[in-house]
């Protein structure tokens, strides 16, 4: 990358209910031609834009079931809508009052910043933060900062990180630089590492995992991503790179690079090759789980955390590098035997 180099690294700051009259529905079935505004958009940012005033659960739960079409075909959340694209929004229900207030409601509130200009924002994302509201989760971080950034006429999400997983997230405060980042992301020009503690002693000679992923929906609309054959239809190559930082004896911290960005490649690709992250609550071992949460060293999160984060400044071209200490209890835990 041209220019100087920026690194940025972390300064952490001092540490039932009235019933709810039904909610009007949205009647008719909208189209919706993509225009330059929102060219390479997430389908669920956009919709989230579209339907002012439809809990955010609701949007989420009209894509998993296939109402929202893009071209007439279903999409994910994830998909990314390109210039023309027809989407089909159909007949919604309208946030209650009470919904209203409780999605207006989000607490004001600042993260760690690891670097931020005219352009960007980048915090370190807390473990047991979602980065946004959906899915019975009613706000995240972004709620959270626009709800502390009254003044900011744009903020949006550029990528993002799993509830349980702490540690460097980049935000966009103008359109131009969330589509330029949003393509470094998709073109696989961003540097991503992370810290993971896994079960066991990793095998030291596993340094490439290269295995094909598949994202599916549980019968109760849950995601879930396994490992598939190659040719399997709908399966995306996805290769993670692994070192071993440091073997505890009952587990092994990993340093482990991303050269693809599938969804929970990390932990399934450890899972599947017999090393669970430590307090993984969807692909771990849950009966360690529970009995490290309860136990002496009383661990309760998943140990999983975006570390460092390299890519090219939208507008200098400069590289950035964003780094995320590791927080203390994780550090707490790897010092223990």
Known sequence: MAGRIIEAKAQRPAAKKPAVPAA???????????????EG???????????????????????????????????QADTRLALGDM???????????????????????????????????????????????????????????????????????????????????????????????QDQFRGRETGKTYYALVWGDWPEKL???????????????????????????????SITLVKIAKRLGWATLLDVTLKTGRTHQIRVHLSQNGHAIVGDPKYGDFDKNRELARGPKRFGRMFLHARRLQFAHPVSGE?????????TECQLLCATN
Do not use: M, W
């Open 24 to 38: 009007p529905v949205q009647a008719a079935v909208r189209l919706v031609q993509i225009d330059e505004g929102s």
């Open 319 to 327: 590289a950035v590098i964003c780094e995320a200490p590791l927080p």
């Open 41 to 75: 958009q997430r389908l669920d940012n956009f919709l989230l834009r579209e339907l002012k005033g439809v809990p955010k659960t609701h949007v989420y739960r009209v894509i998993r079931a296939g109402e929202v079409r893009v071209n007439k075909g279903r999409a």
């Open 87 to 181: 989407v089909r929004i159909p007949p919604v229900r309208v946030a209650s009052p009470a919904e209203k207030e409780s999605a207006e409601s989000a607490p004001p509130r600042e993260f760690p910043i690891l670097f931020e200009d005219e352009h960007l924002l980048v915090v370190d994302k807390p473990a047991g933060t979602a980065v946004h509201g959906g899915s019975g989760v009613s706000f995240g971080v972004i709620e959270q900062l626009r709800r502390a950034r009254p003044q900011a006429k744009f903020l949006e999400l550029v990528h993002r990180l799993d509830k349980e997983t702490s540690g460097v997230l980049v935000l966009a405060k103008k359109r131009s630089a969330l589509t330029h980042l």
């Open 207 to 237: 340094k490439v995992i290269d295995q094909a992923l598949l994202k599916t929906l549980d019968a109760k609309g849950e995601r879930h991503v396994k490992v598939v054959d190659a040719e399997h239809e709908g399966a995306k190559r």
